[in-house]
C-alpha cells in the first residue's frame, strides 16, 4: 500500500510539474501553467478548509455537550469555545491566503 500511494504521488507530481517544465507562452498571452496554478490554487482552498470545518464541528460538540452537563460552567465554557473556535478559523485563513500567493505572485497570471 505504501509502495502504491508513493507512486501515485509520485505521478500527481510530474503530472502537475510537467507543465512548468515545458511552459511557453499560449496563444492568448497566458502562459501554459496558467491551468495548474488555479487548480492548485482551488485545491489549496478546497482541501485547506476540511480541518478547520471538522475541527470547528468537534469543538461545538464537546462545547455544547459539556454545557449541558455543567450548567454552572457556561460562560466558562462560552469563552474557550469561542477562543478556540478563532484559532481554526485561523488555519483557513491560512489557506485562503495561500491561494490568493497562488493566484496572484505567480508572474504572468491575473
Known sequence: MKKFAL????????????????AQSAAGGAPA??????????LAIGLGVIGPGIGQGLTMLGALSGM????????????????????????AIYALVVALILLYATPSIG
Open 7 to 22: 507512486f501515485a504521488l509520485s505521478l500527481v507530481g510530474g503530472v502537475l510539474a510537467s507543465g512548468v517544465a515545458f
Open 68 to 91: 449541558s452537563r455543567n450548567p454552572e460552567q457556561v460562560a466558562t465554557l462560552r469563552l474557550y469555545m469561542l477562543l478556540a473556535l478563532a484559532i481554526i478559523e485561523s488555519l
Open 33 to 42: 501553467y496558467a491551468g495548474q496554478v488555479y487548480l492548485a490554487a482551488g
